[in-house]
């Protein structure tokens, strides 16, 4: 990168590659005057509009405005160019406390309990600012150079203002495997409840290296976390026994609160509360109002209100999944269950092909439009939770066309199945293999072999369970 492309709004020098996701990348990047490193994430906002995510954008930033906290990552600021969002956010060279288990497997009891402290410490700070996080997991979990623990990613979070009449919020959303019961049942929740619930799942896998709840088959795993339905490990202690039965209760009104938590004597040995805004340093730049990110997009149906966010799904791009019932599940899967509708054999190929994936549609819709843009290869049409490619070059047996649809088996749950409706089938299986297959690599849940798909679509899986 050439020294005057290094330069954003003569502010910051951008760096290295971090890393990316399908709708930003990251770079390191050092402000100038202060010299202080951030991470700095840049958002197109094209794709942004395409799939959909106006509202999610800014969530985020209001939320992140509330939450300055020693164990929360901080945003420093928020730009604009006329054709990028960018955020200047906290650097954190620690890594994901997801790798670290993963890599080195259950944690000691003391070192578990103090990523734990940290982690309640900073989801009270949150909750006592009317923000409830809803997708906390291990790999939204980062470590500082110091070993402190620092909250990530707030794209899913949801702010007090948003709940509904009934004082609950209503959105499925979050990572099944940590997700609350009364989530998954689709019924109202508290927001600080199901916060809870997931950092029991994280306590667990802290001091076992694997999840409390772990099943291949979709519907069993949404049952045995209905049930609060899992085993200890012999090595935890009683103490922790006693005070995960009380946080992974599957009743929200007898589960435990953060404030009983944070007086139970197992969490408090060793405690060191820390304060939240006062002592946050931040650069001297700070975050701009949300409106001014978007003045110059013309868009329907989103307020520039920094804090009054639609609690409504986030997906509003045109695609609409098809809603499976339970006919058509069995139609696909004989008995129940979910595994049938992966692809069979990996390697040998079928006229149609399924997968299945936690992402919303949006996201299954971008990378399409990608795929279809990608050396103008194809045209796209989307209608009614279908997409047609269709190829802008004859090939052996005429245009090659394809089509994508989109089904919803569960509310987390989204299947796609593509499948070929005319041409040549070596030039629709060249496709799977050369684009199709690693354009979708980061988004797919699992295919038939996968042994634990609801760790997480981007990060290598936990150990297996030992329990005993």
């Known amino acids: 990168m050439e020294k005057k492309e290094a330069i954003l709004f003569q502010k910051y020098e951008v760096g290295r590659l971090l890393g990316q996701g399908n709708f930003a990348k990251v770079y390191y990047a050092r402000h100038i005057v202060s010299g202080k490193s951030v991470a700095m994430k840049i958002v197109d906002k094209d794709k942004v509009l395409r799939v959909g995510m106006i509202k999610q954008i800014k969530r985020e930033i209001s939320v992140m405005r509330l939450v300055q906290h020693p164990n929360i990552v901080q945003l420093y600021e928020v730009m604009a160019s006329r054709t990028k969002i960018y955020f200047a956010m906290e650097y954190v060279k620690g890594g994901e406390l997801f790798n670290k288990i993963s890599e080195g ?255 919303p549609p949006s996201t299954i819709v971008s990378i399409f439009e990608d795929l279809a843009h990608v050396n103008n290869k194809f045209k796209i049409h989307k209608k009614d939770g279908i997409m047609k490619l269709e190829s802008n070059k004859e090939g052996r047996k005429g245009l090659l066309k394809i089509d994508a649809e989109i089904f919803q088996v569960a509310p987390m749950l989204h299947v796609l199945e593509v499948k070929k409706s005319s041409g040549d089938t070596f030039e629709y299986n060249e496709f799977c293999d050369r684009d199709l297959r690693p354009a979708l690599r980061d988004i797919v849940w699992s295919w038939q072999e996968s042994n634990a798909p609801y760790i997480t679509q981007q990060q290598p899986q936990l150990p297996s369970e030992q329990v005993v």
């Open 105 to 359: 497997g259950k944690l000691k009891e003391d070192e578990a309990r103090k990523y734990f402290q940290q982690l309640i410490s900073a989801i009270d700070f949150c909750h006592s600012r009317g923000v409830y996080h809803r997708d906390l997991k291990p790999e939204n979990l980062l470590l500082d150079e110091n070993g402190n623990l620092k909250i990530s990613d707030f794209g899913l979070s949801a702010l007090q203002e948003t709940r509904r009449q009934d004082g609950l919020l209503h959105t499925t959303c979050g990572t099944p495997a940590y997700v609350a019961p009364e989530v998954i049942n689709k019924q109202g929740y508290d927001g600080a409840k199901t916060d809870i619930w997931s950092c029991g799942v994280v306590l667990y896998v802290l001091l076992a290296g694997f999840l409390p709840f772990h099943d291949t088959n979709i519907m069993d795993l949404y049952r045995k976390v209905s049930k609060g339905d899992f085993k200890f490990p012999n090595w935890f202690p009683p103490e922790v026994r006693k005070l995960l039965c009380k946080i992974l209760d599957p009743n929200p009104y007898s589960r435990i609160t953060v404030a009983k938590l944070m007086d139970n004597p197992w969490f408090l040995k060793g405690f060191k509360d820390v304060v939240g805004s006062k002592d946050v340093e931040v650069p001297p730049t700070t975050p701009r109002d949300v409106s001014i990110v978007f003045n110059d997009i013309d868009f329907e149906g989103t307020s520039s209100s920094p804090t009054k966010v639609d609690e409504s799904s986030d997906d509003s791009t045109p695609m609409k999944p098809t809603y499976l019932n339970a006919f058509d599940i069995i139609s696909l899967s004989s008995g129940f269950d979910l595994s049938g509708l992966f692809e069979k054999d990996h390697n040998k190929h079928q006229p149609e092909a399924r997968f299945t994936t936690c992402q």
